[in-house]
């Protein structure tokens, strides 16, 4: 169903427009068309929290696990112009699970043809085939992820017979002028982040996030994609310490590029993970609290964050309490393979 031919694939049922050609991925010349195409289909779809750069798609894209973009993308063309692309990955869960999430982009005025249809299909064959290489049992899930502003990608994947699993909110404050006064607990404090506790933070982030749903195993070279990520900002990270072990981090991080491009000032106040001995003691609020005031001191004027809707830790209700309020949801769908 694949070929390494980057001049012409056949994909099944693709639909009759003049022109039409579908290939693999070339190499970093495709980014910047990447970019254009993941832009213009989020802007359509009101998306305009959750855009890229081309700094931080290239190097998302190049340095995710269990994927090679020569074999594991499709793109499509129409006389030569680039006009959707989708690709595929695996994860291990915890539970033994592989995950093969796909997920992609089209122009808005390519949409509506059967190019979203005929891409889908041929990422499901290309998960078949992956999946036939794989050793051992356990279930195996075609999965995918869509926001709620996307109604015609849902109706395409009911179609296909997948179903929601689970859902995320995307929040944002409205500003940063009453947040509210939390206390550290008592024998816990922040420190400015140094290198040498980089392993340290990322090892607590992991075990913290180990008891949210869809965890995944994690592999050996994690460590370094995620220090080395363009967003990974550790002087602004907020890590609360009880003596030399991490209780909790909130790994905040600013996209300057995306914030003059969309003309907002908006801080991210991700990744906030409590380790379980110090749970139930406000440490997460009080992290959030002293986040949103670092990111208003910044200049920010907005801080957003996503949150899973059954999060264990009921963070939805601790985000609303800080002012969080929802301004969009991602569905999670998944079917077996």
């Known amino acids: 169903m694949y070929s390494n031919d980057t001049k012409s694939l056949p994909v099944q049922d693709a639909p009759d427009i003049a022109g039409l050609t579908f290939r693999h991925f070339r190499g970093d010349e495709d980014y910047p068309d990447i970019l254009a195409i993941n832009t213009a289909s989020k802007l359509a779809d009101g998306l305009n929290y959750d855009l890229h750069t081309l700094e931080t798609i290239s190097y998302s894209y190049s340095n995710t696990a269990n994927h090679d973009p020569y074999k594991d993308m499709l793109i499509a063309e129409v006389d030569g112009k680039m006009v959707a692309f989708n690709r595929v990955f695996m994860e291990r869960e915890l539970d033994g699970s592989r995950v093969y999430t796909h997920f992609g982009f089209v122009l808005p005025e390519y949409r509506g043809k059967g190019l979203g249809r005929a ?106 994609r995620w220090l080395n990520h363009p967003l990974s900002q550790p002087n602004i990270w907020v890590v609360a310490w009880d003596g030399d072990q991490v209780a909790g981090s909130i790994l905040n991080y600013i996209i300057e590029d995306m914030n003059e491009k969309t003309g907002r000032k908006v801080g991210y106040t991700e990744s906030i993970s409590v380790r379980r001995p110090w749970r139930r003691k406000g440490l997460a609020r009080a992290m959030l609290s002293h986040s949103m005031k670092m990111h208003r001191d910044l200049g920010m004027e907005q801080t957003a964050l996503g949150v899973d809707t059954e999060n264990p830790s009921g963070a939805l209700q601790l985000y609303e309490s800080m002012g969080y309020v929802v301004t969009g949801k991602d569905t999670t769908y998944r079917k077996p393979v």
């Not at 279930?139 to 997948?162: C, F, I, M, Q, W």
């Not at 947040?179 to 992991?206: C, H, K, S, W």
Request: charged share 30%.
């Open 119 to 224: 891409m889908i299909r041929w990422a499901e064959a290309r998960i078949r085939e992956r999946e036939a290489e794989q050793q051992g049992g356990g279930p195996a899930y075609y999965n995918t992820s869509v926001a709620s502003r996307a109604a015609h990608l849902e109706d395409l994947l009911k179609e296909g017979g997948y179903k929601p699993v689970r859902y995320e909110f995307v929040m944002e404050t409205p500003d940063l002028n009453n947040i509210p006064e939390v206390p550290m607990p008592e024998g816990l404090e922040i420190r400015p982040v140094t290198p040498d506790q980089y392993r340290a933070i990322f090892e607590g982030n992991v075990e913290a996030f180990r008891d949210h749903w869809g965890a995944s195993e994690i592999e050996p070279e994690e460590f370094d």
